[in-house]
């Protein structure tokens, strides 16, 4: 098959294809809080629990390795499911995994329970995120992209002071008792809105197509492109609220303005990086956004002791340089994927990027310390390999964008063949293209 493996399974009114955008964002919302809701609750948990730092590190690392492994598993089999009933099951068990860990008595139940919301949360990001290149158009996807993952924003924005204003007036249950009722809220909208999205069902086995998913060359490309592009942040955001308190002078009561701060100003930003990535070449959009978002590490890194407003300011401009790069990349990426492995793929690269922000966190954790003085010191560091990260993710997506030109050019211009997407035949794994 060379035809170009972007295209959708069928055409919503606008009006529907917004509200299936905002629906997803939704979904995608709960599942992001889900996450940070548990930064927050640290003191408490490890109180009520009578738990070390490193134990409570697990039940914050569980959900991420739950998360990686579900992913992975679930590219030998979501493309035969139909993503909407997919999705539904998967967002079901997610919030009875939420209740689960509101109601949990004990540490044992509660780590288990973040294990199975991790695994459901996993699976239901690479759903969502594979039905939206399923049903938009390549000519609107960045924008489409930017809806979803306004998501991001949001949870940044209501994350960590939600979870310390319901953890302070009701304990720890509160904030996972929100998710589960917003969940169960949003299930039967869900339910009720979106398309269904057919299975895309192969005469490949499992490991076969596994396989395919794995080792063409551009699933390879589109995998390292996205393991790198979370790996630039997430070697820098575990440290930078204790850098704000350590080293800036933000005292921990102020602490929620700057996920506050960031959160808002992404929120705004997103939507014109949707457009600007639907109106030109997403790898050039890509490298417009990596300056502010270096120029943002190097200044946070480095940054003194200063007065709140500037830390602020610093704060935004990191949160919409870091955030900026997701649109146009995840656009390229799910465009140079064709429909039938689409499911499977977005599985694969989740695991994929939740193993690098787990090893992004481990390299940060080896160059950053506490000083005797109390301040964090190596932080800077950290700061240089993530702008190395930079670098190669645009380096990542130019070589993406040389094999698959078709994913990052705006199609109403798109003049150029595209390159041959994975086919079912003997040479689906490509081993030997010279393009690799």
Known sequence: MNSDPAAPVAILPARRERTMLITL?????????????????????????????TQFSRLVAAYGLAAATSGFAGGFVLDRFDRKRALMVMYAAFAVATLACALAPTYLTLLLARVAAGACGGLVGSILTAMVGD??????????????????????????PVGIMLATAFEWHAPFMLLAASSAIIWPVAARVLPAVPSHKSAQSPLAQMRVILFHPIHRRGLALGAMLVF??????PFMAPSMVLNVGVSETQLPLIYLAGGVCTFFSMPFLGRMTDRFDKWHVLLVTTIPAALSVFILTHLPAVPLPIALAVAALFFVGMSGRFPPTMAMITNAVEDRYRGGFMSVISAVQQAAAGVASITAGLLVSTSANG????????????????????????????????????????????????????AANAVDDPTR
């Open 25 to 53: 964002a939704a979904v995608q919302f709960t599942n992001i809080m889900d996450f940070m809701i548990m930064m927050p609750l640290g003191a408490q948990l490890m109180e009520v629990f009578a738990i070390n730092p």
């Open 135 to 160: 049903v938009i158009p390549p000519e609107r996807r960045g924008r489409a992209m930017s809806v979803v993952m306004s998501s991001f924003p949001l949870a940044s924005i209501f994350g960590v």
């Open 232 to 237: 630039a942040g997430a070697s820098i955001v």
């Open 375 to 426: 301040r964090l010191v190596g932080y800077p560091r950290a700061g240089y390999v993530s702008l190395t990260a930079f670098v190669i993710t645009v380096w990542l997506g130019w070589r993406l964008r040389q094999i698959a030109p078709f994913a990052a050019r705006n199609p109403a211009t798109n003049h150029v063949a595209a390159a041959t997407p994975p086919s079912a035949g003997p």
